[in-house]
């Protein structure tokens, strides 16, 4: 079992950052691709970001379109922590976020996932 905790979440103003963070615990964090997805109100949940874990120190990042170059993922496997760094928010970023485990390679798929934490709120205002 993994268990996922997500924190971070808040309200801010468009154009606006957030860094959402989600620790980890129970399994060995290393092993498992770690992804972002977001739920907003009438919709069904999507892929935001992941990433998986290369052999050594090297990680890579993946992204939906729609958050490229504004958000970036990244994990600190000493700390067993993944975070979201959320910059240019939009309006249409607003959702609850949800983090997300799964042993080895990463995807861009809900069912593929594992382990969920709780998610934190996330609202971007005008």
């Known amino acids: 079992q993994v268990q996922l905790v997500e924190s971070g979440g808040g309200l801010v103003q468009a154009g606006g950052s957030l860094r959402l963070s989600c620790a980890a615990s129970g399994r060995t964090f290393r092993d498992y691709a770690m992804g972002w997805f977001r739920q907003a109100p009438g919709k069904e949940r999507e892929f935001v970001a992941a990433t998986t874990w290369d052999h050594g120190s090297v990680y890579y990042g993946y992204y939906a379109d729609s958050v490229k170059g504004r958000f970036t993922i990244s994990r600190d496997n000493a700390k067993d922590t993944v975070y979201l760094q959320m910059k240019s928010l939009k309006l249409e970023d607003t959702a609850v976020y949800y983090c997300?485990?799964?042993?080895?390679?990463?995807?861009?798929?809900?069912?593929?996932?594992?382990?969920w934490g709780q998610g934190t709120q996330v609202t971007v205002s005008s």
């Open positions: 997300a485990a799964r042993p080895g390679s990463y995807s861009r798929s809900v069912g593929h996932y594992d382990y």
